[in-house]
């Protein structure tokens, strides 16, 4: 099975998504500034926290896809 260097656009795509989840995840629940994320609920469930899950995945996922897919 071959293994082909995903592309710097990959790299950087990723780099933003997993850059603003962090970013989401630890203003959600780190303590040591004040949030800067409007509340933004639906029901109890906070959409920031799903928002940020969402962006993790895709973190994975396009570099998955961007090492397994050539040109890509």
Same mark, same amino acid.
């Given at each position: 099975?071959?293994?082909?260097?995903?592309?710097?656009?990959?790299?950087?795509?990723?780099?933003? !998504?997993?850059?603003?989840? &962090?970013?989401?995840?630890?203003?959600?629940?780190?303590?040591?500034?004040?949030? &800067?994320?409007?509340?933004?609920? &639906?029901?109890?469930?906070?959409?920031?926290?799903?928002?940020?899950?969402?962006?993790? !995945?895709?973190?994975?996922?396009?570099?998955?896809?961007?090492?397994?897919?050539?040109?890509?």
């Amino acid at each position: 099975m071959s293994w082909t260097p995903p592309t710097k656009l990959v790299v950087i795509l990723t780099l933003l !998504f997993m850059i603003f989840g &962090i970013f989401i995840f630890l203003d959600l629940e780190a303590l040591f500034w004040a949030s &800067i994320l409007p509340p933004f609920n &639906i029901g109890p469930y906070s959409l920031w926290f799903m928002i940020a899950l969402v962006l993790f !995945f895709l973190t994975w996922f396009l570099f998955f896809l961007g090492v397994k897919l050539k040109g890509l």
